[in-house]
């Protein structure tokens, strides 16, 4: 083994790769791939070369100020934002999603492929794309200064933040006019940072972005008052110097972030509303219920807030409010112990006039994936039934086949999230191996049968409490001890040293 295989980063990316395979998802692209890839590339060399598709108008919105934005280092652009001032207070907002289905046709390798994995999985050392990065990052990506057909979902949002009449979908041309990236946008709508030079360069652009953001901001209110819930956790990233994991870079949320989460929520409505009125089947995201709703209202009780007995989105919108006022610094830690207790989203296939159930973390009844199809195979199922929806056709998948690939894609989500969560893990090891006794502040995320885990306060990292976990649960303060890192396994255990008081009481010594 040479050198450079010592390396962290490639020490990561082997044990990416293993944990890849081990969850059943493939790391590579198989030769009948790459031939496939070779055939698109060959009939589509200029810009828009994606081959119309279905009977449907394609209405030619490219003089429109379309802009995406995405993370700094984003290639896969899956989604354009532009907004329109309507007299009366009203505001048009139109969102273009690359149209996938052009290119990447069902039954095909390439779709065999992306339906096998069904995701884009995002590992701090390497990613494994859903698509050919030929497709995902080229000839299916909305990339700046190139004509794409897209599907484009239109709705007229009121001064209140809600969507007028369900909005409508349709076939589109669409340019990109400038290619920005949240951290540097954020900057500037605060008044922190100066205006992106790709907004300068396209006169209008500015005010059509602040349009935006006042509106996703009038439409994210709306959402939490209805019983959304405004959680927010702590994501991490390993940086690298010289490929050794120099340290775990935290990702914040932010205004810009907020623009295309709030628009994509309300696509993702629109859409699912859209294929009921056509009387088609779909392919629905759904967070059921809390599984864990006694936890959390224990939880809320520690902090002074009564919850009903009964799982209520608004008065679990309130207690996160209050507390995000009262300790802005650890709400991300109570976040995502309240993400643990409500349980993890499913897939889920609806009959025309179906009954799924909602999502209870954004208090949605109709809510499906739409907008991301380049990377998420439900979104790319939910752009070829949105496709027959308008021309009128037969739906392209039966009952048996959508519940089929529902279950599929949970699965497979499930097993891309354990993959990523490895490779942090496994980082997080390279990171902490030279702490060992070492003592951290941290809280209990998970307790079960399976195990209990603790995440610390003063890095993004979470391990296994294997020395004096019992009679603790989700949501407590603990100090523990870091007794070993397995990088190889991604392994980190803590022993507990003590239950952490809330305010006024004193340590409970374990």
């Known amino acids: 083994m040479t050198p450079e295989d010592q390396h962290d980063r490639a020490i990561l990316r082997r044990i990416a790769r293993r944990a890849m395979l081990q969850r059943n998802l493939l790391p590579d692209f198989s030769d009948e791939v790459l031939a496939e890839l070779r055939d698109i590339e060959k009939g589509a060399g200029h810009p828009g070369a994606q081959h119309p598709s279905g009977n449907a108008e394609t209405l030619d919105l490219r003089h429109l100020l379309w802009a995406s934005i995405d993370n700094d280092d984003s290639l896969d652009l899956d989604q354009l934002t532009v907004a329109e001032q309507l007299p009366g207070g009203n505001v048009k907002v139109l969102v273009a999603i690359a149209d996938v289905d052009s290119l990447v046709t069902r039954g095909t390798a390439i779709d065999g492929h992306a339906g096998q994995n069904t995701t884009s999985v995002y590992t701090g050392a390497q990613i494994f794309p859903m698509l050919p990065d030929e497709l995902s990052t080229g000839l299916t990506s909305l990339n700046p200064h190139v004509e794409r057909r897209a599907m484009v979902v239109e709705m007229v949002v009121e001064p209140d933040g809600s969507v007028a009449d369900g909005g409508t979908v349709y076939r589109a041309r669409v340019f990109n006019q400038a290619q920005l990236a949240y951290n540097a946008v954020a900057a500037w709508l605060d008044g922190e940072g100066p205006e992106p030079a790709p907004i300068t360069a396209v006169p209008g652009l500015a005010d059509n972005l602040r349009l935006q953001d006042r509106v996703a901001q009038t439409m994210k209110n709306l959402r939490e008052r209805r019983g959304a819930l405004s959680l927010e956790t702590i994501e991490s990233r390993p940086v690298f110097v010289d490929d050794k994991v120099a340290e775990l870079r935290r990702e914040e949320h932010n205004r810009a972030k907020d623009i295309i989460e709030d628009f994509m929520i309300a696509a993702n409505q629109v859409t699912a509303e859209f294929l009921t009125a056509h009387s088609s089947p779909?392919?629905?995201?759904?967070?059921?219920?809390?599984?864990?709703?006694?936890?959390?209202?224990?939880?809320?009780?520690?902090?002074?807030?009564?919850?009903?007995?009964?799982?209520?989105?608004r008065a679990l919108e309130k207690f996160l409010n209050k507390q995000r006022a009262a300790d802005p610094q650890r709400f991300p830690d109570l976040s995502l112990s309240i993400i643990k207790l409500l349980g993890p989203g499913e897939y889920v296939a609806e009959p025309p006039g179906g009954l799924a159930p909602g999502h209870f973390g954004l208090a949605a009844k109709d809510y499906g994936h739409s907008t991301a199809p380049n990377r998420r195979y439900p979104d790319l199922i939910t752009q070829r039934l949105l496709k027959a929806a308008l021309d009128r056709t037969r739906p392209p998948y039966s009952m048996v086949e959508l519940e089929m690939l529902a279950t599929h894609c949970t699965a497979q989500e499930d097993n891309a999230n354990k993959v990523e969560r490895q490779v942090a893990k496994s980082a997080a090891a390279l990171l902490l191996h030279d702490r060992v006794g070492e003592s951290f502040e941290g809280f209990v995320t998970g307790a079960s049968d399976k195990g209990t885990w603790a995440r610390l306060l003063a890095l993004p990292v979470e391990g296994r409490l294997v020395q004096?976990?019992?009679?603790?649960?989700?949501?407590?303060?603990?100090?523990?001890?870091?007794?070993?890192?397995?990088?190889?396994?991604?392994?980190?255990?803590?022993?507990?040293?003590?239950?952490?008081?809330?305010?006024?009481?004193q340590p409970e010594r374990v």
């Open 282 to 313: 779909s392919v629905r995201r759904v967070v059921r219920e809390p599984r864990r709703w006694n936890r959390i209202v224990e939880l809320a009780s520690e902090h002074d807030f009564e919850l009903p007995g009964e799982p209520d989105p």
């Open 468 to 505: 004096g976990f019992r009679g603790v649960d989700v949501g407590d303060r603990v100090e523990v001890r870091l007794l070993s890192v397995d990088v190889e396994r991604g392994f980190i255990d803590f022993a507990l040293m003590r239950r952490l008081p809330r305010q006024g009481r």
